[in-house]
C-alpha cells in the first residue's frame, strides 16, 4: 500500500523559531550540503514569514516536518509576483505527492499577498521535474537562464498563473527530443523562446528518452 494512503500529511506556515531551524537542518540533509556558505539562515526564514515571503512546511502524524519550501515577493515590469527559492522533501518521503502540496501552500500565501503569479528554476535536463512543472502544475516555461549559478548550470524559468486552475494547451505544438548534449539542448531551448513559444509539456518517450512541447505564450 503507498504510505502516502497510510499517513495523515498537513501543510502548515512555519512560523516560529524552532520550525526555522528544522526547515534549514532538513534542506541541508536532502541536498547534502557540508559548507556553511550552503546552508540556510533560520533568521532569514523568519525575515521573509513576517514581511509577505513564503516559508511553508508538510508535517506528517508525529509532527516532524518532512516537506519544507520557502520563497518571496519579486517585481517586474508587469507588476509583483513571489518567486519559489527552493523546495525539499524528505528522501523517505519522496514520490508521494508532498511537492504538489507545498506549491499548492505557497500559492496560497501569494494569493493571500494578491500575487497572482509565482517563477522558479529548474534543469531543463531533469524530465521527470519537467513534467511536473508543466503537466501536473501546469506551470509554463518562459525564459532561459544559462549558467545562472555558474558554469554547467543551465536553467529554465517558471511562470505560474495561479488563477487558471486547468491551463489550455494549444494544439499545435512543436516538439523537441531532449538531446544528450547540454549544449544543443541549451542552443534548442534558447531558439525556440527566442521565438515567443513556451514550454507547456514534458513527456517522457517509450525509448527512456523525454520530449517538449512548446506552443504560444499567448495562448499558454
Request: aromatic fraction near 10%.
Amino acid at each position: 500500500m503507498n504510505r502516502i494512503s497510510e499517513v495523515s500529511f498537513r501543510a502548515v506556515s512555519l512560523t516560529t523559531a524552532s520550525r526555522f531551524a528544522e526547515a534549514s537542518a532538513l534542506y541541508r540533509n536532502v541536498f547534502g550540503y557540508l559548507d556553511p556558505a550552503y546552508g540556510l539562515n533560520p533568521r532569514l526564514l523568519g525575515a521573509l514569514a513576517s514581511n509577505g515571503g513564503s516559508v511553508v512546511g508538510i508535517l506528517d502524524e508525529s509532527d516532524r516536518l518532512v516537506a519544507f519550501a520557502y520563497g518571496f515577493c519579486g517585481t517586474d515590469r508587469r507588476g509583483f509576483y513571489h518567486y519559489s527559492q527552493s523546495a525539499v522533501v524528505a528522501a523517505d518521503q519522496q514520490g508521494h505527492g508532498l511537492g504538489r502540496m507545498l506549491k499548492h501552500a505557497q500559492r496560497e500565501v501569494a494569493l493571500s499577498y494578491g500575487m497572482s503569479r509565482m517563477r522558479w528554476t529548474y534543469d531543463p535536463a531533469q524530465i521527470r521535474n519537467a513534467h511536473f512543472n508543466l503537466d501536473v502544475l501546469g506551470a509554463r516555461g518562459r525564459w532561459f537562464a544559462p549558467d545562472m549559478y555558474g558554469p554547467g548550470t543551465d536553467r529554465v524559468v517558471i511562470e505560474w498563473d495561479l488563477t487558471r486552475e486547468h491551463p489550455t494547451t494549444p494544439d499545435a505544438l512543436t516538439e523537441l527530443v531532449v538531446p544528450a548534449d547540454a549544449r544543443e539542448l541549451r542552443r534548442s531551448f534558447e531558439e525556440l523562446l527566442g521565438k515567443g513559444l513556451v514550454a507547456v509539456s514534458c513527456r517522457r518517450l517509450p525509448d527512456g528518452t523525454g520530449a517538449y512541447y512548446f506552443g504560444p505564450a499567448d495562448h499558454a
